[in-house]
Structure formats: structure tokens, C-alpha cells
């Protein structure tokens, strides 16, 4: 078997992933838990050599952060929603703003910035449709930089394997 050498953030900026990186990728991505022995068995590389990987990942921003996900509903939060924000023509300069306000924002579980029609795109979560109902008013209603909203509540949320 040939010896894999580190490779730097330099060295994956410069060429693609390979199979192992990707490998290692999806490992993490099903379970971000697993120890660095799990891993190197399961990939069939030195433990030394998982860890340098992991790390050159690290370094160069492919992997961003470790977390986790949890059922909104084992905290009281039965329901789900994803809000289309249009801000108004001239307020567009505020848009970076808009956008650190919302990361204070408790029920924003995630937010994007998107092109199109809309700005952003915010996914929230909530006791139930009243408070929904009192999120928006407060939060995107009441701003004076906000046009139009649009709610659409989520049914079912399933993640997809995203393919690495």
C-alpha cells in the first residue's frame, strides 16, 4: 500500500479532493462523533495519517464546524417554517445589517442571502402558528427596510446525502 503523504491547504486549493478526502468527508457527515481510530479503520489508513487529513481539511475551510442536529420538537418548537424576505428597492445597502441582525434572532434556526426575487431566506421554528405569526410581525414586519414576506410551513425536513 503507498504511503500517503500530509497534504497542506495549499495542496487542496490547488487540486481536487481524492477518494479518501471524500471518504473521510462523508464519514464525518453521518457521524460527526466518530473517533479518529473509527475512522482510519474504516478508511484503512494510519491514524496519524486520518489526523492529518482532518486537519489539512480543516485548514483550508472544507471542513467548516462540527454539530449537531436536534428534533426542534424535543424543545418545544412543533413547527417549522421558511419566510421569503424581499427588502425594499432602497434599502438594499442594508442588506449586510439585515443579515447580522437575524443571526440574534433565537427562532432563525439557520438564514440565506439568495439572488432572485427574494433576498433572504430565513427557516424558523416555533411553538406553534401563533408564534410564527408574532415572529414575523416583530421581527420582519415591523422593520421598516422589509417589503414583503411570504410563510410557507415546512411539513416534513428531511437532510439528503449531499454528494461529496
Known sequence: MPTSRVRTPKDLQLRELDHVDRRLLELLRDDARMTNQALSNTLGIAPSTCLARMKALRQAGVIRRFTIDVDPQALGQG???????????????????????????????????VGGVDDFLIHVTARDIDHIRQFVLEHLSANPIVATTQTSLVFDHVAGPATL
Open 79 to 113: 413547527i417549522e417554517a421558511l419566510i421569503s424576505v424581499r427588502l425594499r428597492p432602497g434599502a438594499r445597502q442594508q442588506m449586510a445589517s439585515f443579515g447580522e441582525t437575524l443571526k440574534k434572532v433565537p427562532e432563525i434556526t439557520q438564514y440565506f442571502f
